[in-house]
Nanobody, 121 residues
């Protein structure tokens, strides 16, 4: 089992920044890959960014160059630094974990309760 608790969401104006945090605990093998997902009203769940145990990262094209995923393995915390935010970034953001990065968005992964990000124009 893996427990994930997000924080740091909020409302910002376009061009602003937010840093999301996720406190992580539980089985380490089940969270070899960590990531952030998001879902806007009426839209499908989208993978935003992922990071593996070795620090390798991947990003959705829509956020590349603006968002940065990182992890602090001592504090067991995952971060998402979101800069140059756009109204299209408005969504519920979920911290996610899985044994493999290919599974982070699937039902075989773990997901937190989410934190809302709202970007106004």
């Amino acid at each position: 089992q893996v427990q994930l608790v997000e924080s740091g969401g909020g409302s910002v104006e376009a061009g602003g920044s937010l840093r999301l945090s996720c406190a992580v605990s539980g089985n380490t093998q089940s969270r070899r890959c960590m990531g952030w997902l998001r879902q806007a009203p009426g839209k499908e769940l989208e993978g935003v960014a992922a990071i593996d145990r070795e620090g390798g990262t991947s990003y959705a094209p829509s956020v590349k160059g603006r968002f940065t995923i990182s992890q602090d393995n001592v504090k067991n915390t995952l971060y998402l630094q979101a800069n140059s935010l756009k109204p299209d970034d408005t969504a519920m953001y979920y911290c996610a974990a899985a044994p493999l990065c290919e599974l982070v968005k699937s039902d075989l992964g773990y997901r937190g309760q989410g934190t809302q990000v709202t970007v106004s124009s």
